[in-house]
């Protein structure tokens, strides 16, 4: 199994803060990488596909980049509502597996 | 609009089983797949397996082979998941998403399972 290694684990930002994550695949997965963001008590929400391309309807402070083994995952000007829980996930190899969370908070 | 609507709140013994359902909406049913996720309380999002729409094709993660069914009824655009031998750490929230293709794009609001004696 690829095992997706997402760092880091929680993170303390300001609004207006710019924010990053990374993801590291334990193996080449190219491009299939995936963010997702959850809200507590709500279902996940699909940000980023593809590693870079954005979701209808996202806001473009959400990006992502990377290819390979190495993932980025930028909000540019964070925001109270981004208060979230953000997943990477890959979708190069069965099973699908995911990170295990950056839990972002605001400071 | 999609819609992915799941059934309501399962308490179960351990040892018994649990059906939980997925009736799509707003697309055609069989153009897409539907994965399985779940989540423990306070855990991250673990992936269970996925089925294909059209053919009914399945792929399960190892921990769950022998335990889980994931069928579809392409009549009424619904996808099932079986989970049998319950066990306290089948605890958890568990989402139906759709794939397209290479992303969970659609997701159900998830189902409660509890676990208890």
């Known amino acids: 199994d690829i095992q997706m290694t997402q760092s880091p684990s929680s993170l303390s930002a300001s609004v207006g803060d710019r924010v990053t994550i990374t993801c590291q695949a334990s193996q080449d997965i190219t491009n299939y990488l995936n963010w997702y963001q959850q809200k507590p008590g709500k279902a996940p929400k699909l940000l980023i596909y593809d590693a870079s391309d954005l979701e209808t309807g996202v806001p473009s402070r959400f990006s992502g980049s990377g290819s390979g083994t190495d993932f980025t995952f930028t909000i540019s000007s964070l925001q109270p509502e981004d208060i979230a829980t953000y997943y990477c996930q890959q979708f190069h190899n069965l099973p699908y597996t995911f990170g295990q969370g950056t839990k972002l908070e605001i400071k | 609009q999609v819609q992915l609507v799941q059934s309501g709140v399962e308490v179960r013994k351990p040892g018994t089983s649990v059906k939980v359902s997925c009736k799509a909406s707003g697309y055609t049913f069989t153009n897409y797949g539907i994965m399985w996720v779940r989540q423990a309380p306070g855990q991250g999002l673990e992936w269970m397996g996925w089925i294909s729409g059209y053919h009914g094709n399945t792929n399960y993660a190892q921990k769950f082979q022998g335990r889980v069914t994931m069928t579809t009824d392409a009549s009424t655009s619904t996808a099932y998941m079986e989970l049998r031998s319950l066990r306290s750490d089948d605890t958890a929230v568990y989402f139906c998403?759709?794939?397209?293709?290479?992303?969970?794009?659609?997701w159900g609001q998830g189902t409660q399972v509890t676990v208890s004696s």
């Open positions: 998403a759709r794939v397209n293709p290479s992303a969970l794009d659609h």
